[in-house]
């Protein structure tokens, strides 16, 4: 069983929430003890793009920063709640249908900010992908309805081939979009009602993921980064924390918050860009160190939530498993996890199985949806375990099992500690029906279900007849190539 452990850190790297950058805390503001806005409240986005999910992640980001311009602010949660139950709204384009000094009364704060968002999208064409995110906001008084402040700023950043013709090509291609970008940026209407906001800001550009397979590798890698970023809630995070961060520090101070000072107030600092940061590491599930399923044949389906802490974000997956001798597979339906986050999956990568095979000293990842399986062999030599401390600290059932409760402790060979609970069904030969295991980023919670102690049929673990052998996954990606003007949310 060593192998199914390699083949669990895939199952659990689909879950990593992508990290793609930050600010630094900018420094505490000395309030402005004369500006009589306190408190105040950000009301949803008016959404001029296609993404539906996009204005409340911009919205969320916004507001978690006015304490740092010495301002409190209402939750969100409370006041999307107090303007469906007292005014019917739920969405921004349907905040005309009241006013500010009403909004006032309604949600008890001093003033509320309104936001547009005005682009939200991520061109993909392999030689240049361009990541667009631009909104305004204004901060209006609910006791005389005036507007206090307004801003807004376009951020803009390009991941693009580096080298040969198609480096010139998309060189040329991003000098083209820049020029276009300040012909529209003079045009837009939406200055009037947000200074700046038809300024573009664009951040540093970055070599295209997979240009060493040719602009079709180029392309599937930043199709493939897109569909995971957006599945995980962080596409264009990056961008829209940029913008964010430029639109609040012009917003003039306020009398005092938990991250404020006292005394007068400051210029607003400009942000301090942060160098990209790891991403958080998930739980890992190492086996057979401390997760064990037994010693017996069994079918299961597995249920994996992993929730990082940092944002919140969930992340739910299935898996069908099986188990016969030291052979073992695992069936994912990435499609369906992936269709529950709004998004999909790359052509071919819907449903996968995962067959480890230690007597051939081979791994097998196979494809249904295009017949085609990629061979791993399997390496030597023995791995690193970490430190296992495990400790029974109950009984309890799940599930109609009697199960030992386990309070675990794992500390691996770089320092990194994680813990958790375990719970080993006594029915079912110890096998661990659930774990809850958390670290300093994330806590995941697998539920093990069905479990049926019975010897899967010989031919679950071989490669079915007719499929292809793969000579690297960029093979799957290449076969649709990239299209003229691939777009989403133009």
Same mark, same amino acid.
């Given at each position: 069983?060593?192998?199914? #452990?390699?083949?669990? =850190? &895939? ?18 503001? @000395? ?49 999307? %709640? ?15 249908? +009241? !006013?500010?000094?009403?909004?006032? #009364? ?31 906001? *204004? ?34 291609? $991003?000098?083209?979009?820049?020029? %276009? ?31 060493? =397979? ?20 962080? &596409? ?12 609040? +520090? ?7 918050? !938990? ?19 790891? %991403? ?12 064990? /399923?037994? #010693?017996?044949? /069994? ?17 739910? &997956? ?35 199985? /995962? ?11 196979? =494809? @249904?949806?295009? !017949? ?14 970490? #430190? ?41 030969? *110890? ?29 679950? /673990? ?8 793969? $000579?690297?996954?960029?093979?799957? &990606? ?13």
């Amino acid at each position: 069983m060593k192998n199914a #452990k390699n083949l669990f =850190y &895939f199952l659990v790297l689909l879950c990593v929430v992508w990290i793609s950058g930050c600010a630094f805390p900018r420094p505490m503001m @000395p309030a402005d003890l004369n500006n009589p806005i306190k408190t105040v409240a950000v009301l949803p986005m008016v959404n001029n793009t296609n993404d539906v999910e996009a204005p409340e992640r911009v919205r969320e980001m916004f507001a978690v920063k006015l304490p740092e311009r010495c301002y409190l602010y209402k939750p969100i949660p409370e006041v999307n %709640q107090i303007l469906k139950d007292e005014l019917g709204i739920t969405l921004g384009s349907q905040l005309d249908m +009241t !006013n500010p000094q009403e909004l006032g #009364k309604k949600l008890g704060v001093d003033a509320v900010i309104y936001g547009t968002l005005f682009n939200f999208e991520e061109k993909t064409t392999g030689v240049l992908n361009i990541r667009r995110a631009r909104a305004g906001f *204004r901060l209006v008084d609910t006791k005389t309805g005036a507007t206090v402040w307004g801003r807004g700023i376009g951020i803009k950043s390009e991941t693009k081939m580096t080298g040969g013709t198609a480096g010139t090509v998309a060189d040329v291609a $991003s000098k083209v979009g820049k020029a %276009q970008d300040v012909k529209e940026g003079k045009e837009a209407k939406e200055a009037a009602e947000y200074p700046g906001a038809g300024e573009w800001h664009n951040l540093p550009a970055e070599a295209a993921y997979g240009q060493q =397979y040719g602009v079709a590798g180029a392309f599937a890698a930043g199709l493939a980064e897109k569909t995971l970023k957006k599945a995980t809630g962080t &596409f264009l995070k990056r961008e829209s924390e940029a913008m964010a961060d430029r639109i609040i +520090t012009t917003l003039p101070v306020g009398p005092g918050s !938990n991250l404020c000072g006292t005394g007068p107030a400051v210029a607003s600092l400009p942000a301090i860009p942060m160098p990209e940061i790891p %991403q958080p590491q998930m739980p890992e599930f190492s086996m057979p160190a401390y997760f064990e /399923f037994g #010693k017996r044949d /069994f079918t299961a389906d597995m249920i994996t939530t992993s929730t990082i802490k940092s944002n919140n974000e969930k992340m739910v &997956f299935e898996a069908k498993l099986a188990k016969r001798g030291d052979k073992f597979r695992s069936d994912v339906d990435m499609a369906k996890t992936m269709k529950a986050k709004g998004t999909e999956m790359p052509p071919g990568l819907g449903k996968m199985a /995962f067959i480890v095979r230690p007597d051939l000293k081979m791994d097998y990842n196979l =494809y @249904p949806e295009k !017949n085609k399986y990629l061979e791993i062999a399997i390496k030597e030599g023995k791995e690193d375990m970490p #430190k296992i401390e495990k400790k029974k600290i109950g009984a309890e059932k799940i599930d109609g099992h009697p199960c030992d409760k386990f309070q675990v402790k794992i500390t691996y060979k770089d320092g990194t500690v994680e813990e958790g609970l375990l719970w080993e069904a006594k029915d079912l030969d *110890r096998f661990v029906i659930r774990a809850e295991m958390e670290n300093k980023d994330a806590k995941t919670v697998m539920e093990m279900k069905n479990i049926k102690l019975v010897s899967p049929p010989k031919a679950l /673990f071989e490669v079915p007849p007719g499929y292809k052998k793969m $000579s690297g996954m960029m093979e799957l &990606f290449m076969e649709q190539g990239p299209k003229e003007n691939v777009e989403e949310n133009p």
